[in-house]
């Protein structure tokens, strides 16, 4: 099955074992764009024909885990802005890979019953991952990858300065 049509499949759920399938094929989708799940580097650029130079940035690296940031970098005279902003954590031993944060989601919530603070919970989860999932297919379909980028050690934080 193609990865477009296993994330539309899953547009309509919003369960939490629906959103945990929704980590796991974030996870295949990532190990596809990023072979090296370990991040043996601080910061890579990926560059594509058709797209923005996309930035991977290691943010904290764990025996299990890694978290990291995925992002466009637009500069101008008002300075640096990343759009969107992926922080996203891979659980290695779990092969599940969740994001924690995005600047610039769209706002689609649920409307379902249930305890409120669980729906909240599972509604922003939901649409963070959703648009993690949709992207990581245009970033493949656009040719992106960072198994042979040039990636020199830097420290993240100096790469946003």
């Not at 099955?1 to 296993?6: E, G, P, S, V, Y």
């Not at 596809?32 to 940035?57: G, T």
């Not at 689609?108 to 648009?131: F, K, V």
């Not at 493949?140 to 100096?158: M, Q």
Request: with cysteine; charged share 25%.
């Amino acid at each position: 099955m193609q990865t477009t049509k296993l994330t539309s499949s899953l547009l309509g759920r919003r369960r939490l074992a629906h959103l945990i399938d929704l980590y796991e094929r974030n996870y295949l989708v990532l190990e596809r764009l990023l072979p090296e799940l370990e991040l043996p580097f601080d910061h890579a650029v990926s560059h594509s024909a058709s797209d923005l130079p996309l930035h991977l940035i290691t943010v904290e690296r764990s025996p299990y885990t890694v978290e990291l940031r995925l992002t466009y970098e637009f500069r101008s005279a008002e300075g640096l802005r990343l759009a969107p902003d992926f922080w996203i954590k891979v659980y290695r031993d779990a092969r599940v890979a969740e994001a924690l944060h995005c600047t610039q989601r769209p706002p689609w919530l649920a409307q379902e019953g249930g305890a409120p603070e669980a729906e909240l919970y599972l509604n922003d989860q939901w649409s963070r991952n959703l648009m993690l999932a949709r992207w990581l297919e245009y970033l493949l379909h656009h040719g992106h990858g960072f198994a042979h980028v040039e990636r020199p050690r830097r420290s993240p934080v100096a790469s946003l300065a």
